[in-house]
């Protein structure tokens, strides 16, 4: 079993895991390298651009970790709106042929 889970069902998708934890880590840990690497890029200073490299790359990290997960709640909740969007209109045209 892989150590970051990569399929998800909505239910489990839905709680807090060990995979929100990391992408909250390497959230921080990029947006702050990201800063300092910018900032040291302008002056030209080598330090600069390994740090900017290091941000993006846990950048790149984070998002590979909580995709799947983000994806999987995300086509939960459109299904869950199309429902009720359904379920609207056929209230609303309901209202609509008792009026008429």
């Not at 909505?10 to 910018?38: H, P, Q």
């Amino acid at each position: 079993m892989s150590f970051i889970r990569r399929e998800w069902t909505a239910a489990a998708a839905d709680n807090w895991t060990k995979e929100d934890g990391i992408a909250i880590v390497l959230s921080a840990l990029a947006y702050i390298l990201l800063t300092i690497g910018i900032g040291l890029s302008l002056l030209l200073l080598p330090v600069g651009f390994i740090s900017l490299g290091a941000g993006l790359l846990l950048t790149f990290l984070m998002h590979w970790v909580i995709d799947p997960k983000l994806k999987k709640i995300s086509s939960e909740y459109e299904k869950k709106q199309h429902e009720y969007l359904e379920e609207l209109e056929r209230k609303v045209r309901w209202e609509e042929q008792d009026n008429g």
